[in-house]
């Protein structure tokens, strides 16, 4: 007989098993402060485009989406993070807050 912990039904080490779970819930935390912090971004940017719409400014600022692309790259990359993948990221959320300005300037 050995002092190794018995493998669980499904064939997973009950040690293994609950180290899985300790990520698993860890991962969850880190995707529920991401979403609260993306909830904090486009509220800011809300505010953005309504004072964008007040002052009849254009939703996109392309020279400030360049400048803050090359930023998060540069973060990506001291966060040992595909700066490729963070600029996909926030391309995607750019043309969100853009579509959002866009809808803030047609209501006004």
Request: hydrophobic fraction near 45%; aromatic fraction near 4%; glycine fraction near 2%.
């Given at each position: ?7 669980s039904p ?60 090359k930023r ?37």
């Open positions: 007989m050995t002092d190794q912990p018995t493998p499904a064939g997973i080490d009950d040690a293994v098993r609950a180290e899985l779970t300790r990520l698993r819930e860890s991962i969850d935390n880190i995707d529920a402060a991401v979403v609260h912090m993306l909830a904090e971004r486009f509220k800011a940017t809300q505010q953005v485009g309504r004072l964008k719409a007040e002052h009849q400014l254009p939703p996109a600022d392309p020279a400030r989406e360049r400048r803050q692309i998060l790259r540069e973060l990506a990359l001291s966060a040992n993070l595909d700066p490729v993948f963070a600029e996909k990221f926030l391309n995607f959320i750019i043309a969100e807050v853009i579509r959002h300005h866009e809808a803030i300037a047609n209501e006004t």
